[in-house]
Each structure stands twice: as C-alpha cells, then as structure tokens.
C-alpha cells in the first residue's frame, strides 16, 4: 500500500521508465516449439485464447479512453500511445498466433464502445463528470491489469508443469513482465487522485455507485457470453477454488481508495459477486452441454 505521496512528476517518471525498459516484445523473439500441443490446447487453449481476445481489444480501450477523456493530459497520452497500447497489443498477436498454433481459430474480438460509456463520454465534457470518469477508468485499469498479471502467473506454472519451456520462457515470462508496470500506473494514477482530493464528496459518492453498478470483470464486456468464458478461465486456472482470495487481490485499491471508511470491509462485495456470476454462467453452460470448443 503506498504511503508516499504520488506526485505527478512520480507518474510520468514511471511511464518514461517503462517505456525504455520494456520494449514491445518482436514476434521473432518467440519460439515456437510446443511439445504436446494437443495436451496444451486441452488444459489452456481456452484461458490463451481468451487472452489473446482481451490484449487484442486493447485498441477499444484506447477508444474508450478517448471517449471517456477527451482532455487527456500528456502523461496519459504517453502511455496508452507509447507504452501500453504497442505492448499490449503485441501480447495479442502473440497469443492469437500461440493458438493458431495449437489448431485453434483466431480470436474474434469485440471492438463496439459500449454504450454506458458513450453516455459517461457525453456527460463528462463536464469538468466535475470527467474527474469522476477518470478515477473510474483508473480503477478499471488497475482491477483489469490485476487480473492479468494473476493469470499469466498461473498459465506460467501450468506451462512449467508441462514442461513446455518454449512457451513459458519467450511468451508467457516476457509478457507477465510488463503487466505489472501497467497495474501500478493505474494504482499511482487513481491514488493521486485521492490523495490530491480532486473529488468532492459528491463526486465521490457517485464514483461509488457508478463502479458498483458497472464493475465488470476484465473482457467480460459486460455480456453473458464473455462471463461465462471468463468463468471458465477461473476454472481452468484454478482461481476459483479461493474466490474470495481472488477478490481481495482484484480489488484492494479500489477497497483502500474508495471504500476506506467501510472498516474491516476486506474487497467490494460487488467484486465477488462478478466472480460468482461468471463461474455459474460457465457451470450451466457447461451443464446444457454446449462447452465452447
Ligand atoms: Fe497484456
Ligand atoms: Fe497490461
């Protein structure tokens, strides 16, 4: 939990510093040899390719950046133009070419801005509504790259345990790398934003209920389908044998930053009940029989 103040001067030091340490990863840097590519594509061939669709669909997070915050400043420009969208969406290429070589389809992704955040884009010419739109697009940022890093984690192991050192040493470790620089800009960004007490209580306040009314697990897009994907990536990972375990790492900025005075609130229950929702979406998916391929 960071004590220190973040200043502004802190935040875009980190960009600059990411930038110049971590590269975008080159195509050519991976090799390709997969052991048992048909044992790989059973046990992960649906966690890599939701992956892949996710970093993929980073160019409609840059969208909805630029919806959401039209005045975007040039710390936040530097990063989403020169760090994370070229790395992310290398991540995507990566992954996306991963399971083509597993005999899977390409990813098929979702590029629509959805339409709460057309309505929150519109409102938020105004000042107060852009400050509320900002600290929310920094929560999501720092839930969603939570997530990511929790998950190449545990598709790392998983690849270690298969022994299939090729994947896991030039795909999986290069990317993981760069997912936590990600999660702490968005961490020091929305901390900022506390700590400088931009918002007011009002402002605040419907921060609150905005996020617990549109909180969403990273990909989901808010649709059933992509839920119900996401709740089968948590099984395959092994996430949901700790679900509330799970919820705390999700969401301990947002519990420290907007619910502090929740005491001993230890995650925002709308968190668990996105993990929940996903999990029993996959189950009775899985119980109508019609498991994706
Ligand atoms: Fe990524
Ligand atoms: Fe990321």
């Given at each position: 939990m960071p004590r220190q103040h973040i200043t502004q001067k802190k935040i875009a030091e980190h960009v600059q510093r990411l930038g110049e340490l971590y590269p975008p990863i080159s195509?050519?840097?991976?090799?390709?040899?997969?052991?048992r590519p048909r044992l790989v594509a059973k046990k992960f061939g649906h966690v890599i390719d939701y992956l892949a669709r996710v970093e993929l669909e980073v160019d409609r997070n840059v969208l909805e950046l630029l919806v959401l915050?039209?005045?975007?400043d040039d710390t936040n420009k530097t990063f989403y133009a020169d760090v994370w969208q070229p790395q992310e969406i290398r991540h995507g290429l990566i992954l996306d070419r991963l399971q083509q070589d597993l005999g899977r389809a390409a990813a098929t992704l979702h590029l629509d801005v959805s339409f709460p955040i057309k309505i929150l884009g519109a409102l938020a010419s105004l000042k107060p509504i852009q400050d509320i739109a900002k600290l929310l697009y920094f929560l999501t940022g720092a839930s969603t790259e939570r997530q990511a890093v929790l998950a190449y984690n545990k598709i790392n192991r998983g690849m270690q345990e298969l022994d299939e050192r090729a994947i896991s040493e030039t795909i999986i470790t290069p990317i993981k790398q760069q997912e936590p620089g990600h999660f702490a800009f968005y961490q020091m960004s929305a901390t900022a934003m506390i700590q400088d007490k931009v918002l007011r209580p009002w402002q605040l306040f419907l921060t609150r209920v905005l996020r617990e009314r549109s909180y969403h697990l990273v990909g989901t897009n808010q649709m059933d389908q992509y839920k119900a994907d996401m709740g089968g990536v948590m099984i395959d990972l092994g996430l949901d044998d700790d679900l509330e375990g799970y919820a705390r790492e999700v969401g301990r900025v947002e519990n420290r930053?907007?619910?502090?005075?929740?005491?001993?609130?230890?995650?925002?229950p709308y968190i668990l009940k996105a993990l929940k929702e996903s999990v029993d979406l996959y189950r009775e998916r899985l119980e109508r029989g019609l498991k994706f391929a």
């Open positions: 195509l050519d840097s991976v090799d390709r040899t997969i052991k915050l039209p005045d975007v930053l907007l619910w502090a005075h929740k005491q001993g609130m230890e995650f925002p």
